[in-house]
């Protein structure tokens, strides 16, 4: 699976939006991009997925570069309760494919 | 999403003892479970993955022996912490993938932290 590196922290105001950046130059044409989130002591929680296209939903956007040698999740309206430590995976698609966690970026939404 | 329960959230045991863990999945059926270790203020390590009815892989420096992990059904899996000791203290937490699609997502345990005295 292609490595990923993601920056160790970042700070948002709480109501703006936090845009958290992935590279992954080394990412292959069938590997898919996965989000997950860690809030302290508990497991992880899936936040999105994708390919090539960008993707939406409830809890975030996905911006994927053309090139797909990196990503962007973007959080619109982040709020104290996103203050987490957010984990981009790369991954191959089978449903037997393992999750590698790399050391992930803590996000910290203040006031 | 999917949801995956864990069970128990927390245990305490005295060295020397096993410990079993485990993690069921509610609402779908999966295929495939993986379990992690987190020591404080680290990243998840993967230890094994299992497919149902079939035997565990355990990933390079995890002892098989000791961990062991039992896959019987798709909906439940357990990790067995055999003679435990205060090294092995530390947050396991359990993931489970369902195989309705070819790149579907995996759900996540609520973790247990396992305190060895």
């Known amino acids: 699976d292609a490595k990923t590196t993601q920056p160790p922290s970042m700070d948002c105001a709480e109501g703006r939006a936090a845009n958290l950046p992935c590279n992954h130059s080394t990412i292959s044409g069938n590997e898919y991009v996965y989000w997950y989130r860690q809030i302290h002591s508990q497991g992880p929680q899936y936040i999105i997925h994708?390919?090539?296209n960008n993707e939406t939903n409830e809890m975030a956007s996905l911006i994927i570069t053309e090139d797909r040698k990196s990503s962007t999740l973007i959080l619109p309206h982040a709020t104290l309760r996103d203050t987490a430590v957010y984990y981009c995976i790369v991954i191959l698609t089978g449903g037997g494919n393992k999750l590698t966690f790399g050391t992930g970026t803590q996000l910290k939404v203040e006031l | 999403g999917a949801v995956v329960s864990q069970h128990p959230s927390w245990v305490i045991c005295k060295s020397g003892t096993s410990v079993k863990i485990e993690c069921r999945s509610l609402?779908?059926?999966?295929?495939?479970m993986f379990w992690y270790r987190q020591f404080p203020k680290q990243s998840l390590m993967l230890m094994a993955t299992s497919n149902e009815g079939s035997k565990a892989t355990y990933e390079q420096g995890v002892e098989k022996d000791k961990f062991l992990i039992n896959h019987a059904s798709l909906t439940l899996s357990t990790l067995t912490v055999t003679s435990a000791h205060p090294e092995d203290s530390s947050f396991y937490i359990c993931?489970?993938?369902?195989?309705?699609?070819?790149?579907?997502?995996?759900?996540f345990g609520q973790g247990t932290r396992l305190t060895v005295v």
């Open positions: 609402d779908f059926q999966a295929t495939t």
């Open positions: 994708g390919l090539k």
């Open positions: 993931s489970a993938r369902g195989a309705r699609a070819w790149n579907t997502e995996a759900f």
